[in-house]
C-alpha cells in the first residue's frame, strides 16, 4: 500500500526557504502515471492547494504562492519536494503531500488527490 | 482565482440525512473532489467524479452536481462522522489549477 511521508525543518526564520520532501513507499513515483501535490493548512484554517507537478513533469501553482514555489521528483530517491522562498509568518502551517489522480475520461475531466502523508508542522520565526 | 464556497458549520441527529454543499462558478463544468479531515488528522478522500467512492469508505457518502452547486451528502449519520469536510475543483482562472473549498463542519447530534 503506497504511503507518504513528509520530512524537512520544522522551524524556519523569516525571509529564508522552507524545503520538505515526501517520500514514496510501497510503489514507485513514476509508475501509474501519478502526479504529487503539496497541500497546507495554518492553524485553526482550512485546506490551501499550494500546486502540484503532473507525471510529465509540468508544474502548476497557486498563483497566490507561484512567485515563491517550487516543486520537484526526484525519482532516483522516489520522492517529490517543494520549496517556499521568502517566508513570512503567514507560511506557517501544517503541510501536506498528496499523489494526484489527473486524468480524462471521454469528456469528463478526473482530479482528486487519494492518498495523502500525515502532515509536518513548520513554523516561521525568528 | 475562482472561489468554493460552503456553509461553515452544519448539524445532524444521530442516523439522519445530511447534505453538504459548495458552490462556485467552475462546478458548472467540472466535478469536486470530497475531504473528511478529523482534529489532527490528514483528510480523507471520500467522493471523487460524478458519485465514486475509493475503497474503504462507507456507501452512506454520496455525491452529486446540479449547476453551480457540488453536494456530499451523508445518510444516516454515524458518528464517526463527525468531521469538517472540504471540496476541491478546478479553478475557472486556468486549466491545471485548483481550489480547495471553504470547509465545513459537521456536528452529529
Known amino acids: 500500500q503506497l504511503q507518504l511521508q513528509e520530512s524537512g525543518s520544522g522551524l524556519v526564520k523569516p525571509s529564508q526557504t522552507l524545503s520538505l520532501t515526501c517520500a514514496v513507499s510501497?510503489?514507485?513515483?513514476?509508475?501509474?502515471?501519478?502526479?504529487w501535490s503539496w497541500i497546507r493548512q495554518p492553524p485553526g484554517k482550512g485546506l490551501e492547494w499550494i500546486g502540484y507537478i503532473y507525471h510529465s513533469g509540468s508544474t502548476y501553482y497557486n498563483p497566490s504562492l507561484k512567485s515563491r514555489v517550487t516543486i520537484s521528483v526526484d525519482r532516483s530517491k522516489n520522492q517529490f519536494s517543494l520549496k517556499l522562498s521568502s517566508v513570512t509568518a503567514a507560511d506557517t502551517a501544517v503541510y501536506y503531500c498528496a499523489r494526484v489522480c489527473d486524468f480524462w475520461s471521454g469528456s469528463v475531466s478526473y482530479y482528486y488527490m487519494d492518498v495523502w502523508g500525515k502532515g509536518t508542522t513548520v513554523t516561521v520565526s525568528s | 482565482s475562482s472561489e468554493l464556497t460552503q456553509d461553515p458549520a452544519v448539524s445532524v441527529a444521530l442516523g439522519q440525512t445530511v447534505r453538504i454543499t459548495c458552490q462556485g462558478d467552475?462546478?458548472?463544468?467540472?466535478?469536486a473532489s470530497w475531504y473528511q479531515q478529523k482534529p489532527g488528522q490528514a483528510p480523507v478522500l471520500v467522493i471523487y467524479?460524478?458519485?465514486n467512492r475509493p475503497s474503504g469508505i462507507p456507501d452512506r457518502f454520496s455525491g452529486s452536481s446540479s449547476g453551480n452547486t457540488a453536494s456530499l451528502t451523508i445518510t444516516g449519520a454515524q458518528a464517526e462522522d463527525e468531521a469538517d469536510y472540504y471540496c476541491?475543483?478546478?479553478?475557472?482562472?486556468?486549466?491545471?489549477?485548483?481550489?480547495f473549498g471553504t470547509g465545513t463542519k459537521v456536528t452529529v447530534l
Open positions: 476541491n475543483s478546478r479553478d475557472s482562472s486556468g486549466n491545471h489549477l485548483y481550489v
Open positions: 467524479g460524478k458519485n
Open positions: 467552475s462546478l458548472r463544468s467540472y466535478y
Open positions: 510501497g510503489g514507485s513515483i513514476s509508475s501509474g502515471g501519478y502526479s
